[in-house]
């Protein structure tokens, strides 16, 4: 077997488990937090929850929420002034994708200077960052677990791919109880971002049989319990979609991405789309695209996908992603890229944007512009 790596952060998991923060704070040598979410979060009392938390234990923090759903350059640059400036010394994130990315960046420039745009690509992070614990309030991003930082670049509009290994959080706690109080619209979002994580890194270039294990797993729990999840809010399914996240987290960290990431980190940086809502619209043409390539492994999906094996790994991957299809088009999601793109002739230059990606290195059949632009028209 070829050499590999599995890189994690510490994690505590459990239903209450929030309550910790301020003890895995001073583990880490903390006396002044700094603290990173959003005005989503704020309204929802998560935030107020962790300050008093914080505050209960003697800890000094500084609130940075200047947080977009796809967190932007400036907003990086501004919460690094603010780390500084206060002399913080750990970082805590609470939420989504975003503000944990957002911390994330924050963290980078806070070590190692510069613009965030510095740092885009593989391995260019240089020094040690600030301690970082993550408290994910969702099912899906995997940025909790992973070494991927992804910040949008507006001037030229699209989504930045940070990857290091010096991303990987110090600490994720990750409590499931949050996820009651989600929207039944973010519930779908998260779980099919956390399901087009699993599917992309198990057939990714550098897969290994460690992050494999973790993506299957992945699969199986998202299928099993996203529907009660979504219509019952069951904290029994709820928290099976939480390891699920946690699952895909370290598949994908490990083992990278493919097409599908790239395309929907260009749609990101270009319409500012939510992350999540994307992936029922590409990954089923994502996954035909590289069948071709993986079609053993493509086969072991569509059998999970289908609840069963019915013929060769051809037959079942094709039957899998229909079925898949018909799953997404359930859920009352859009499923379609015309129902979230004002134009098919924006197309091209959404492929364009997605060539370079970080993501599309590790994608298990070459994908160059063309190719992504057929995967797009056939998701139009």
């Known amino acids: 077997m070829k050499v590999t790596k599995f890189a994690v952060p510490e994690i505590i998991f459990g239903r209450g488990a929030l309550v910790h923060v301020a003890h895995c704070a001073r583990g880490l ?15 929802s009392g998560w935030v107020d929850r962790v300050k008093d938390i914080l505050y209960d234990d003697g800890l000094e923090w500084i609130y940075f929420g200047d947080v977009n759903s796809n967190p932007r350059d400036k907003q990086i640059h501004d919460g690094a002034n603010l780390y500084l400036e206060a002399k913080a010394d750990v970082i805590i994130a609470v939420g989504g994708g975003s503000p944990i990315d957002a911390a994330k960046g924050i963290a980078i420039l806070a070590g190692n200077g510069g613009s965030i745009a510095d740092y885009e690509g593989a391995n260019r992070v240089d020094k040690p960052l600030p301690p970082m614990i993550c408290l994910p309030t969702t099912a899906g991003s995997g940025s909790d677990i992973s070494q991927f930082c992804i910040v949008t670049d507006v ?12 991303l990987v959080p110090n600490i994720s706690i990750i ?19 956390a399901l087009a994580h699993a599917v992309e890194s198990y057939v990714s270039r550098i897969a290994s049989p460690f992050t494999e294990l973790q993506a299957l797993r992945a699969i199986d729990l998202i299928m099993h319990n996203m529907e009660a999840a979504v219509q019952e809010k069951s904290i029994d399914a709820l928290e099976q979609l939480s390891i699920a996240s946690t699952a895909a987290g370290m598949s994908f960290s490990n083992a990278g991405l493919g097409a599908g990431h790239a395309l929907a980190h260009s749609l990101g940086g270009m319409f500012d789309v939510l992350h999540g809502l994307v992936h029922p619209i590409l990954l ?23 609840g069963r094996t019915e013929g060769s790994a051809a037959y079942n991957a094709q039957a899998g992603i229909e079925k898949l299809q018909e799953f997404f088009s359930g859920l009352g999601v859009p499923v379609r890229l015309r129902d979230i793109l004002p134009d098919r002739e924006l197309l091209p230059k959404l492929a364009k944007a997605a060539v370079g990606d970080a993501c599309n290195v590790t994608n298990p059949r070459p994908a160059d512009v063309e190719s992504l632009l057929g995967i797009c028209e056939e998701a139009w």
């Open 155 to 166: 001037p030229r509009q699209l989504k930045m791919s940070i990857i290091s290994r010096s």
């Open 29 to 43: 040598g903390a006396n002044r937090v700094l603290l990173v979410s959003d005005p989503g979060l704020e309204s």
């Open 175 to 193: 409590d499931p109880m949050i996820l009651l109080t989600k929207s039944q619209e973010l519930i779908i979002a998260s779980a099919v971002d």
């Open 284 to 306: 089923p043409a994502v996954m035909r695209f590289n069948s071709p390539a993986c079609t053993e492994k493509m086969g072991t999906i569509g059998a999970m996908i289908l």
